[in-house]
């Protein structure tokens, strides 16, 4: 839900995935981009109501894709902003759900996202912990694109995620899906990357210590999703 992107239009359609979700392993670490919509800003209040992570390898190739509609147990707030209804997530399933999978493709990875840092992982350990689980928030090992463009490419002050994307050319339709959202991060990631230089982002550093991290909880069965 980051400031100055586009509302969604309103779309009533959803589709139910029973079949495995079409993501690669952990196997080897690399990176977990997530992105979460929510029904506000705050992680004690508020729910997720969709959340999607998109796996990339060390050296940057996408190897798959998760993401799926929750259902909140009480309405999905600003449907406006978001294009999220009370009827796309009727029958969704919950954060329970599906956390120990999302745990699964966590495990072993460096976590990359927008303002991940003050919302995605706030929100996420808000939800593991309703589930009766947690996230190893104290070890988590995160890359925040956000931080990153304050700190290196001078956008302090004007660190929206459209605002990063501009700069290096980046565009997308759908502002405020989870899916599209961390795709286009995944993008932006490479693109610091390639500009900044790994070395300045203690990227080989971060890929080491989350090789070891395992998130409690964590089971690779494949769960039924809701995708938009």
């Known amino acids: ?33 997530v992105d979460v919509e929510t029904t506000g800003f705050s992680p004690d209040r508020d729910r997720v109501v969709e959340v999607a992570v998109v796996l990339v390898d060390p050296a940057g190739t996408v190897e798959g894709e998760f993401a799926t509609l929750l259902d909140p147990g009480r309405d999905p707030g600003p449907t406006h902003v978001h294009g999220i209804t009370d009827a796309m997530v009727a029958g969704a399933p919950t ?11 966590f495990s072993g990875r460096v976590v990359v996202g927008h303002n991940i840092v003050r919302f995605d992982v706030p929100f996420l ?29 001078g956008l302090y ?15 997308w339709g759908d502002h ?20 900044v230089g790994d070395a300045v982002l203690g990227v080989g ?7 070891a991290l395992a998130w409690p ?3 690779g069965a494949p769960v039924a999703t809701r995708r938009r």
């Open 1 to 33: 839900m980051d400031a100055g992107a586009q509302p969604l239009p309103v779309e009533e359609a959803v589709t139910v995935d029973r079949a495995p979700a079409p993501v690669a392993a952990p196997g080897a670490g690399g990176f977990a981009v």
């Open 95 to 105: 954060f329970g759900d599906v956390h120990p999978y999302l745990a699964h493709l």
């Open 125 to 153: 350990a808000a939800e593991a912990a309703r589930a009766g689980s947690s996230i190893p928030v104290g070890d988590l090992v995160t890359i925040d694109t956000l931080l990153v463009a304050r700190d290196h490419l």
């Open 157 to 171: 002050g004007r660190a929206t995620l459209p605002d990063c994307c501009a700069r290096y050319g980046l565009s």
């Open 176 to 195: 405020h899906s989870a899916l599209g959202d961390c795709l286009v991060t995944a993008r932006l990631f490479a693109a610091v990357r390639a500009d």
């Open 205 to 211: 550093d971060a890929l080491s210590a989350a090789r």
């Open 217 to 219: 909880g964590a089971a």
